[in-house]
């Protein structure tokens, strides 16, 4: 995915300078070439995006990325939402396999946002969706939310009460919410106690076109989140619906080590898809440091091979 954000910054930056470039030669007269260059200032090279959940054809909440023209805060998060709404003005940035869930004729009343905080007042329309999708369609709106850089956490208000139950499924929401709330979850426990909360990212794809699917999974499992998250990368548990992992079965983490902003992990040999070049598909990367961020609260993966270290991510850039 680095790799095709990259291609695309320079196919759009090529096309513009070419573009450029011809205008530039086909002036006979020097005050067309003093506007060209006057002009150049205003041209923006780069295309901003951000990431928003939406329904894929699994009826999965998958991550996909969206063009996006606000700067502020609150006017992104205004932005995001609305494309969350069936039918919306935004409609037409969701691409193709994905679908919005929001109810229509849903209105976006008010959005503040104050260190980490955002407070978005919905319609009531908001409360007019099918009983199955219902908590579906808080989990996108949290994770959509949350995807904005500065935004931690957020209340939902409908026409100026506090969302704290859904009605239909009567779920009760804390009034402050975050990514703990969960994203297409699965139960796999026996007993109430000892339950361990792990969020594991997964591929799925779309035609061509691969995306990333969150799972937070209720597990009797009180070993380390990443442990588990490696366990289950590894499963055929995952193969045996149609979430993929390209991470090698045989892979195992050998050693974990936390340390302020940092976790450093020690793979075997499996964790490349070449052993002599020591690669690691980018696939793997993003399915474990995607998982990482949603579990644990630091800032840097460092991945090792026999005490080297082979690959370093900042996760704020693995979006």
Do not use: W
């Not at 011809?22 to 070439?33: R, V």
């Amino acid at each position: 995915m680095l790799k095709r954000k990259m291609i695309r910054k320079i196919i759009i930056a090529s096309s513009a300078l070419f573009a450029l470039l011809l205008i530039y030669l086909i002036p006979n007269n020097q005050n067309d070439k003093l506007n060209i260059n006057q002009n150049l200032e205003y041209i923006n090279l780069e295309v901003a995006t951000s990431s928003i959940y939406l329904i894929d054809n699994y009826n999965y909440l998958g991550k996909a990325e969206v063009v996006v023209n606000s700067t502020s805060t609150e006017e992104k998060v205004k932005e995001l939402v609305e494309i969350l709404i069936s039918g919306g003005e935004g409609e037409n940035k969701i691409p193709n396999g994905f679908k919005s869930i929001l109810p229509s004729e849903t209105k976006i009343l008010s959005v503040k946002y104050e260190e980490g905080l955002i407070k978005i007042d919905f319609s009531k329309e908001l409360l007019n969706i099918n009983k199955d999708l219902e908590e579906k369609m808080i989990e996108a709106i949290i994770y959509t939310v949350t995807s904005v850089d500065e935004v931690d956490k957020l209340i939902i208000y409908v026409e100026g009460d506090i969302l704290t139950k859904l009605p239909q499924t009567k779920i009760n929401l804390p009034s402050t919410l975050d990514r703990n709330f969960g994203i297409n979850k699965t139960y796999d426990f026996t007993k109430t106690d000892d339950i361990n909360q792990v969020t594991i990212y997964y591929l799925n794809k779309h035609n061509d076109n691969y995306y990333y699917v969150p799972v937070t999974k209720y597990l009797n499992d009180n070993r380390d989140k990443i442990k588990i998250i490696i366990d289950e990368l590894t499963s055929t548990n995952a193969y045996n619906t149609n979430l993929l992992s390209y991470l090698n079965s045989n892979t195992e983490i050998l050693a974990i080590e936390e340390q302020p902003d940092i976790l450093e992990l020690t793979f075997n040999s499996y964790i490349f898809s070449d052993v002599d070049s020591k690669d690691i598909l980018e696939e793997v990367i993003y399915t474990i440091c995607l998982s990482i961020k949603d579990n644990y609260d630091v800032s840097e993966v460092v991945i090792k091979n026999e005490n080297e270290e082979v690959y370093q991510a900042v996760l704020k850039e693995i979006e």
